[in-house]
């Protein structure tokens, strides 16, 4: 009940938008992204790996929550060394669903594209969820199911 009364408000405040200038919009982020980075081919193979990977997540969120994810056309992708130490793979959520979310991967995981995947999987099950789910931002309830669906290894799942 809380989850269509948040979805009902955040459609009720946020514009429309057109879809193909929306598209341009993210297209355009990704490629500044891309030419922004340290890492510009790094960079193209993983955006193409994430966007396998994203369909496959937004039908195992659409299975366990009977919704449409929160984030999933509006991700780009970063191969970035500047990550918060400790950290492997970030996500900067987008304020509304007219924004670009950025999801970052350090270049240290790319000498193994199995862990790669698997930081994109944890990634865009978070960007999925959204800023409000609070439950799912700290790895529970809905994220577990989500990621049993997609075959995120336990020992990612932090």
């Known amino acids: 009940m809380k989850r269509n009364i948040r979805k009902i408000l955040r459609e009720y405040f946020e514009n429309p938008y057109e879809k193909n200038d929306f598209m341009r919009k993210v297209d355009f982020a990704q490629e500044k992204a891309i030419e922004d980075s340290d890492y510009p081919e790094e960079t193209k193979k993983v955006k193409k790996i994430k966007n396998k990977i994203k369909k496959r997540v937004k039908k195992a969120y659409r299975e366990v929550t009977g919704e449409e994810p929160v984030s999933d056309d509006n991700v780009v992708v970063k191969i ?35 862990y790669v995947k698997d930081i994109i999987k944890h990634e865009l099950i978070h960007a999925a969820h959204g800023l409000e789910d609070e439950e799912a931002r700290n790895h529970g309830g809905d994220f577990q199911k989500i990621a049993d669906k997609v075959g995120l290894p336990k020992k990612y799942r932090h």
């Open 80 to 114: 970035d060394d500047k990550i918060k130490a400790g950290k492997i793979g970030s996500f900067e959520h987008p304020e509304t669903k007219r924004d670009v979310g950025v999801m970052k991967i350090h270049p240290k995981a790319l000498d193994d594209i199995n």
